[in-house]
């Protein structure tokens, strides 16, 4: 049940708030090794990068779980999930599928790219590489922190804003259809890593998520599940530097 005083409030507009927030927030910790004198490498970038999860994500989906619902646990999707062995090999069998479409839409984009204009590939691939040279970086600040601010972070704090408020918001928009809101909300996303090399894998992989809820009705599998995806990207980056 949505209060009232909120309920004819428009969603896209405490969306937008949300990421103008966040975009302030950017803006302070681009300043603050400035203000501070500190560098930019290592640590900083790590603390940056989880208190922009923490304070946009995490903070964005309580904020709307408080305002539109009378239930903020239930709103999120933050219930129980009685799991067993066969429920848990189920789902490493899922997400092995999941990772195997994401390989091959990763390579089907890398077949692709030949075929844009060439002022599209080089965008493509500058912004895959300046993600990709991110993530090095933070991983300079030690693997330990880099395991706490690249995976186990943003894999709770994301999980809550996109499959507990935003897709909650897309099947209202999509009256009730799952299908639509699971890919809508998938889509969103990827547009808010802001990586054009990875857009259409990270779809994929925001699609399985959503599906994971839908068949568990509990938010914490999905998180679960995306701090080990992202564990696993982050290990592998490593081994690669």
């Known amino acids: 049940m949505k209060k009232a005083l909120f309920k004819d409030w428009p969603i896209l507009s405490h969306l937008a708030l949300i990421l103008i927030i966040g975009y302030l927030l950017i803006s302070v910790l681009h300043l603050a090794p400035t203000l501070f004198g500190y560098g930019q490498e290592g640590l900083p970038l790590l603390l940056a990068t989880s208190l922009f999860s ?3 994500f995490g903070g964005g989906a309580v904020w709307q779980a408080f305002l539109f619902s009378d239930r903020p646990t239930s709103f999120l999707g933050l219930q129980p999930y009685q799991i067993d062995w066969r429920k848990a090999v ?9 990772l195997l479409a994401v390989v091959l839409t990763t390579k089907g984009v890398k077949l692709l790219l ?11 691939d ?27 972070i943003p894999g709770i704090t994301e999980e809550l804003f996109f499959r507990g408020a935003v897709l909650r918001w897309m099947r209202r928009v999509t009256r009730n ?17 802001l990586d054009l090399m990875g857009f259409f894998p990270r779809i994929v992989l925001g699609a399985y998520l ?3 809820y839908y068949h568990t009705h509990s938010i914490y599998v999905p998180m679960a599940l995306h701090v080990l995806n992202n564990a696993i990207a982050l290990c592998s980056l490593s081994l690669d530097r």
Do not use: D, N
């Open 177 to 193: 259809r799952w299908h639509a809101a699971v890919w809508l909300t998938a889509i969103v996303f990827s547009i808010a890593h």
């Open 90 to 98: 189920l789902l490493l069998l899922s997400y092995a599928g999941c």
């Open 114 to 124: 030949p075929f844009l204009p060439p002022a599209w590939q080089e965008e493509i």
């Open 54 to 56: 923490v304070v946009v």
């Open 210 to 212: 959503g599906y994971v």
């Open 126 to 152: 500058r912004s895959g590489a300046h993600y990709t040279s991110l993530i090095k970086e933070m991983l300079q600040g030690g693997k330990g922190w880099a395991l706490l601010a690249i995976a186990i």
